[in-house]
T-cell receptor, first 109, second 112 residues
């Protein structure tokens, strides 16, 4: 069955420290992977997608098909990065997204 | 642009009552999605529409749940009868294409 796993419910780091939010997926085909973010009192919004190979707000994510992972990384965390992060998978170009349960990132001053 | 609009923002109802959640997608978006978010299960896709037609409703938990999209600018998610385990935040999202969904603010439903 298709599944997206985010093993950490909460991740706390100090400002300036590196951040890695883990995401593992289970899917036999070619997935499209995304990271969505929800800041306090804001809507859930797209942060980045693997197909674009982009860096948004200093965050990057690399799709590792061998390890079936799509971890989100940032070298130096900022307080404004504190938010809820969701990893999501779209099966083979369909619109049927599967979301992970989310990781709350807290960046401490 | 106000983005995706959902109403009501909060709903408190008693078990057995009918609940109707409403969504107005972003104009021009051909896809509309309904999600349910709970602490235990996270964000789950319930159903999605393309050009007002339901494409996949396999995530709808029971026959008590139904969704309609009578036109391109309006959709409803109805629960009848409601049960306490339906308490959750329900999100509507719309999309013009595969690679990005635009979410509404959500409706927090509490069934007592």
């Amino acid at each position: 069955a298709q599944r997206v796993t985010q093993p950490e419910k909460l991740l706390s780091v100090f400002k300036g420290a590196p951040v890695e939010l883990k995401c593992n997926y289970s899917y036999s085909g070619s997935p499209e992977l995304f990271w969505y973010v929800q800041y306090s009192r804001q809507r859930l919004q797209l942060l980045l997608r693997h197909i674009s190979r982009e860096s948004i707000k200093g965050f990057t994510a690399d799709l590792n098909k061998g390890e079936t992972s799509f971890h989100l990384k940032k070298p130096f965390a900022q307080e404004e990065d504190s938010a809820m992060y969701y990893c999501a998978l779209s099966r083979g170009g369909t619109y049927k997204y599967i979301f992970g349960t989310g990781t709350r990132l807290k960046v401490l001053a | 642009d106000a983005g995706v609009i959902q109403s009501p923002r909060h709903e408190v109802t008693e078990m057995g009552q009918e609940v109707t959640l409403r969504c107005k997608p972003i104009s021009g978006h051909d896809y509309l999605f309904w999600y349910r978010q709970t602490m235990m299960r996270g964000l789950e896709l319930l159903i999605y529409f393309n050009n007002n037609v339901p494409i996949d409703d396999s995530g709808m938990p029971e026959d008590r749940f139904s969704a309609k999209m009578p036109n391109a600018s309006f959709s409803t998610l109805k629960i009848q009868p409601s049960e306490p385990r339906d308490s959750a935040v329900y999100f509507c999202a719309s999309s013009p294409y595969l690679y990005e969904q635009y979410f509404g603010p959500g409706t927090r439903l509490t069934v007592t």
